[in-house]
């Protein structure tokens, strides 16, 4: 069988409706065999296409989706996962905001804590000359840390 | 009862009605399926899980297509989604010898209505990328019009037009090698 060049234009002209055929390649199909072939050939791709038996359950395979979605709606379980699922990305939210919002309440504790540290180191300098007796014994006693501030901001 | 109004009461929290959709949608999504996988039993499992992300996710159902152009968009990528997870490299489940075909060479009737023609157009077809079988199957097969299939691959109908014809042209490529008209 010799390959014609026309066979390049044959995918276009076997898909269209028989009348939309050029009558130059009309006249040409009559005589060349290769195009023949090939015009056959996808003929009968097309019935082929439309033949496709498959062998489905399809019955028995409804009646257990139709079961498993109605499963899904009396469980509980599968609801809240359901909800979960649709709710997942609020879920997340919050327990990002709320993660963030106890970083900064450690952040604002953490500085306080600094502050306190440094009034603890520069009550060392603090001028004892004017506290009376019990609070220069106290002073000269190991005493707390806490104890110490209290008398420093104390307004005895 | 509309389809619409039938998705609405879904929405709404008339879970019972989905049924109706199953029955309506079931043999395309089916079809659809079995025809990319070719395995009966993996048809199955992915036409439920199928249904079940529709029913899962009717609500992000937008009316903006036909439910059946959703349904078959959500079975196109369970199928996907499928040859992804399983890994598999060879996505062909039709595999078959086909015979010599050299005595049909002088009778090309004979040979367009022979049992070994019809083996040769399911390896085909199966054999075509992903990307024009898709396109095949829903056009030569299941009668989708071109805005339908545009809709479901989303891509623009002229996409849709390109792939149609590469996938028919490779098939004619394959028929040619095959019947030993070229290497």
């Known amino acids: 069988m010799k390959k014609c060049e026309y066979s390049k234009f044959i995918v276009d002209y076997a898909y269209r409706a028989e009348n939309d055929i050029a009558r130059e390649f009309s006249e040409h199909l009559k005589n060349c065999e290769y195009c023949q072939l090939l015009w056959k050939f996808h003929k009968k791709l097309q019935i082929e296409n439309q033949n496709i038996l498959i062998n489905q359950s399809s019955d028995d395979l409804k009646e257990r989706i139709k079961l498993a979605i109605n499963r899904r709606n009396t469980s509980n379980l599968d609801f809240a996962y359901i909800m979960i699922n649709r709710h997942i990305k609020i879920i997340a939210s919050i327990v990002i905001l709320l993660l963030a919002l106890s970083v900064v309440i450690n952040i604002m504790n953490f500085s306080k804590l600094y502050e306190a540290k440094n009034i603890d180191n520069s009550i060392n300098f603090v001028d004892t000359s004017d506290l009376n007796e019990q609070h220069k ?4 006693s190991e005493i707390t840390k806490d104890l110490l501030l209290e008398i420093a901001f104390s307004n005895e | 009862m509309n389809e ?20 309506a949608h079931f043999d395309s999504v089916y079809r659809v399926i079995f025809l990319y996988v070719k395995n009966p039993e993996i ?24 439910f059946k152009t959703w349904l078959i968009r959500i079975a196109i990528n369970t199928v996907k989604d499928y040859f992804r997870k399983s890994s598999i ?15 049909f060479r002088s009778k090309p009737d004979e040979l367009l209505e022979s049992l070994e023609f019809k083996k040769f157009l399911d390896v085909a077809i199966s054999e075509l990328p992903e990307k024009l079988r898709i396109v095949y199957i829903l056009r030569e097969q299941e009668k989708y019009s071109y805005e339908e299939i545009a809709d479901i691959i989303k891509k623009p109908i002229g996409t849709v037009e390109s792939r149609l014809f590469n996938a028919r042209k490779i098939i004619q490529q394959k028929f040619l090698k095959w019947i030993g008209e070229e290497k």
Request: proline share 0%.
């Open chain 1, 137 to 140: 014994k106290i002073i000269n």
């Open chain 2, 4 to 23: 619409s109004e039938i998705i609405k009461r879904v929405i709404d929290g008339a879970t019972q009605e989905f049924n109706k959709l199953v029955e």
């Open chain 2, 43 to 66: 048809t199955e499992d992915l036409t439920q899980d199928t249904f079940m992300k529709a029913f899962t996710n009717i609500a992000a159902f937008r009316f903006k297509s036909s």
């Open chain 2, 89 to 103: 490299k060879n996505r062909y489940f039709v595999k078959c010898e086909l015979m010599e075909i050299q005595d």
